[in-house]
C-alpha cells in the first residue's frame, strides 16, 4: 500500500517513543528511516521499527542515554552514546563533523556506545547539503564469510560517500560491503520471494535462494569486499576501543543489552583544499559527462549514484512510499511485540 510521507514519519515516530523513546529521539529515529524508505531502501526503512521498537521497550536501547562529547583534537573527537538510539547517534555525530569541518577544514568523529545506525547515506548527505565531502562507515554484527573462510566473521559493514555540486545534484554513493545487505534479506522475507543465488550461503556453505535457509552472507567481489570490510571494522571497532570482527554484539542476542557498536564520519571542507566553487563546478562537470557516456546494451542511460534514489524519492513524494501491507498494519496497531525477534540465535525470522 501506499502511504504520504508525513503520515509515515509520524507512524514511526509514534510507535518508537511508544517503546520508549524520547519524542526528540524517536523524531529523529523517524526521520532516518522514512529517509530510507523515500530512496527506496526498504530494507532501512519502516520494516526495521518492529525490531528496533523490541529493543527499545527491552531496554536494549537507552531511552534517556548520558552522551558526552569529547573533542580529542582540532579535527577529532569521541562522541559516546551510552547505547542510545544509533539512528540519533549518528545524526548527532555528523552534526559535530560538520561544524568541525566547516571551522578546521577536516573532521573525523567516532560514534562509539550506539545502537544499529541505518541507511548511512542520510548521514553523508547531511555535509553534501553544507557543502562539505563525507566518508561514514560503522560496524554491524557478524554474518559474512571471510573470502576463503566457511563461517561467519565480519558484518555487512556499510561504506556511504557523498559531495556536493555546482546544481541541486547530490552524489551519494551508500553500500553494504557484501553482495546485499542482511536488510534485503529480511525484505526478500517479508514479502515471501526468493533471493538470488549469489547473495548468500546456507548453514553448509552453499548458496542459497530461500532467504529463510540464509546462514551466512558473501563480501562483494571476494577479497576485495573482505579488505573493505576488514576496513569498516578497524575504521569503526577498533579505532574505537569497541568489539571487532566476531566480538561485535549480533542484533538478534539479547535484546536487553545494549549493542556497543561503532561508526565513523570522515568530512572534508573542499574550501580548504581546491576551494569550494571551483570543487562544485568539476563535480557537476563530471556529472554533465557522465551522463553522456554511450550506455551499454540493455541500459536506457548512466546513472550517477544517488540519482535514482532521488528520482525514486520525486515519485513517491507525489504517490505516496509504497510499504509492506504488514509493516503498516504493525504501524498503525497498538503493539509493542515483546518476543518477536529476541530469538538469542543468529538471525530473526
Ligand atoms: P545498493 O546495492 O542498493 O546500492 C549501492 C550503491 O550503488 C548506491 O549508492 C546506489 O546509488 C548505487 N547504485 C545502484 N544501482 C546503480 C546504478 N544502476 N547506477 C549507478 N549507481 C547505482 O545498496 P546496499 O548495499 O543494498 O545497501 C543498502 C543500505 O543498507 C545502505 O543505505 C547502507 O548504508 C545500509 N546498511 C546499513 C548497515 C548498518 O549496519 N547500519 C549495514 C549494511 C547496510
Not at 573533542?71 to 544509533?86: K, M, R, V, W, Y
Not at 561508526?263 to 559527462?289: D, Q, R, T, Y
Amino acid at each position: 500500500m501506499r502511504v504520504d510521507k508525513k503520515t509515515l514519519h509520524e507512524l514511526i515516530a509514534n510507535k518508537m517513543h511508544k517503546a520508549g523513546l524520547t519524542k526528540e529521539h524517536a523524531d529523529v529515529a523517524a526521520d532516518v528511516l522514512t529517509f530510507a524508505d523515500l530512496r527506496g531502501i526498504h530494507s532501512h526503512g519502516a520494516v526495521r521499527v518492529e525490531y528496533y521498537s523490541e529493543r527499545i521497550a527491552k531496554g536494549g536501547i537507552t531511552h534517556n542515554p548520558n552522551v558526552t562529547f569529547n573533542e580529542t583534537g582540532p579535527s577529532s573527537a569521541i562522541l559516546d552514546f551510552d547505547n542510545g538510539c544509533g539512528l540519533v547517534a549518528a545524526k548527532i555525530g555528523m552534526d559535530k563533523a560538520i561544524e568541525m569541518a566547516k571551522k578546521n577544514g577536516v573532521a573525523v568523529v567516532g560514534v562509539r556506545r550506539m545502537s544499529h545506525s541505518g541507511s548511512l547515506g542520510y548521514f553523508t548527505e547531511m555535509a553534501a547539503e553544507n557543502d562539505l565531502i563525507a566518508f561514514s562507515v560503522c560496524q554491524s554484527d557478524p554474518m559474512v564469510v571471510p573470502y576463503g573462510g566457511a563461517e561467519e566473521f565480519f558484518g555487512t559493514n556499510p561504506i556511504a560517500f557523498a559531495a556536493p555540486t555546482a546544481d541541486d545534484r547530490i552524489v551519494s554513493f551508500d553500500m553494504a560491503t557484501t553482495v546485499q545487505a542482511w536488510g534485503k534479506v529480511l525484505y526478500a522475507r517479508s514479502k515471501g520471494e526468493p533471493i538470488p543465488s549469489t547473495w548468500a550461503v546456507d548453514e553448509n556453505g552453499e548458496p542459497t535462494t530461500d532467504p529463510h535457509k540464509v546462514n551466512a552472507l558473501l563480501p562483494i567481489s571476494g577479497p576485495k569486499g573482505y579488505g573493505l570490510m576488514m576496513m569498516v571494522d578497524i575504521f569503526s571497532g577498533i579505532l574505537l576501543g569497541l568489539p571487532f570482527g566476531k566480538h561485535v554484539s549480533s542484533m538478534y542476542a539479547d535484546l536487553s543489552k545494549g549493542r556497543e557498536l561503532g561508526h565513523l564520519h570522515i568530512v572534508i571542507n573542499p574550501a580548504f583544499f581546491i576551494g569550494l566553487e571551483p570543487f562544485k563546478h568539476a563535480m557537476s562537470a563530471m556529472l554533465n559527462e557522465l551522463k553522456e557516456v554511450k550506455p551499454a546494451k540493455g541500459n536506457a542511460e548512466v546513472y550517477y549514484p544517488g540519482e535514482r534514489g532521488k528520482a525514486r524519492e520525486a515519485a513517491y513524494l507525489k504517490d505516496g512510499i509504497e510499504i509492506v501491507d504488514d509493516i503498516y498494519n504493525y504501524l498503525v496497531s497498538d503493539d509493542i511485540h515483546y518476543n518477536r525477534y529476541d530469538h538469542k540465535n543468529k538471525f530473526a525470522e
